[in-house]
């Protein structure tokens, strides 16, 4: 079993940076490829990025026009999620997840289908 635990967010300003960890309680942390959702509210929610477990691959659909970069440390077992120019419409609470396979499943991140989710972190930008 895999147990995911997100960190890092936060009440920030308009056009702020913050970096979002999620730490994994597995042992076998390379083994599962990882990304990040959010979900807005009020609206459905919303795949940002996944990384392949190696850390060599990513997949993005570019919905926020290359302004957060997905990274791994699996020394750390840890995800991270960078976030720069941050907008109001930025305002969500970021989950993290974990596919049961170390390459990217590309139709099931988009579907939002993985293995492992955690909690989920808000982060509210503020104008």
């Known amino acids: 079993q895999v147990q995911l635990v997100e960190s890092g967010g936060g009440l920030v300003q308009i056009g702020d940076s913050l970096r979002l960890s999620c730490t994994s309680s597995?042992?076998?942390?390379?083994?599962?490829?990882m990304g990040w959702f959010r979900q807005a509210p009020g609206k459905e929610r919303e795949f940002l990025s996944v990384?392949?477990?190696?850390?060599?691959?990513?997949l993005d659909p570019d919905s926020v026009e290359g302004r957060f970069t997905i990274s791994r440390a699996n020394a750390k077992n840890t995800v991270y999620l960078q976030m720069n120019s941050l907008k109001p419409e930025d305002t969500a609470v970021y989950y993290c997840?974990?596919?049961?396979?170390?390459?990217?499943?590309?139709?099931?991140?988009?579907?939002?289908?993985?293995?492992?989710w955690g909690k989920g972190t808000l982060v509210t930008v503020s104008s």
């Open positions: 990384i392949s477990g190696t850390g060599k691959s990513t």
């Open positions: 997840a974990a596919d049961n396979v170390a390459s990217i499943r590309g139709p099931r991140w988009a579907a939002g289908t993985v293995d492992y």
């Open positions: 597995g042992r076998t942390f390379s083994s599962h490829a």
